[in-house]
Nanobody
Framework: QVQLVESGGGLVQPGGSLRLSCAAS????????MGWYRQAPGKQRELVAV???????KYVDSVKGRFTISRDNAKNTVFLQMNSLKLEDTAVYYC?????????WGQGTQVTVSS
């Protein structure tokens, strides 16, 4: 079992930045692939970025060059640095831990980009 708690969401103007954090507990953090997903109103949840246990990183095309995912295994935390935010980045952002057939989710944190 893995418990995930996100933080760092909020209201920001277009072009601004936010840094999301996801603190994990309950299991060996370093063996999990960690991802950030988001779900906008009326839309399906989509993968934003993922970092494997080996450090391999992938991004959805819409955030490449603007978002950076990273992990600190010593602190059991994964981060999502979001720069140059756009209106369309508005969504609830969820942290995910994945290994084999197991997936764990946080409760989500709201990110609102608005002028």
């Amino acid at each position: 079992q893995v418990q995930l708690v996100e933080s760092g969401g909020g209201l920001v103007q277009p072009g601004g930045s936010l840094r999301l954090s996801c603190a994990a507990s309950g299991s060996t953090f370093s063996i999990y692939a960690m991802g950030w997903y988001r779900q906008a109103p009326g839309k399906q949840r989509e993968l934003v970025a993922v970092i494997s246990s080996f450090g391999t990183i992938k991004y959805v095309d819409s955030v490449k060059g603007r978002f950076t995912i990273s992990r600190d295994n010593a602190k059991n935390t994964v981060f999502l640095q979001m720069n140059s935010l756009k209106l369309e980045d508005t969504a609830v952002y969820y942290c995910n831990a994945h290994r084999g057939k197991n997936d764990y989710w946080g409760q989500g944190t709201q990110v609102t980009v608005s002028s």
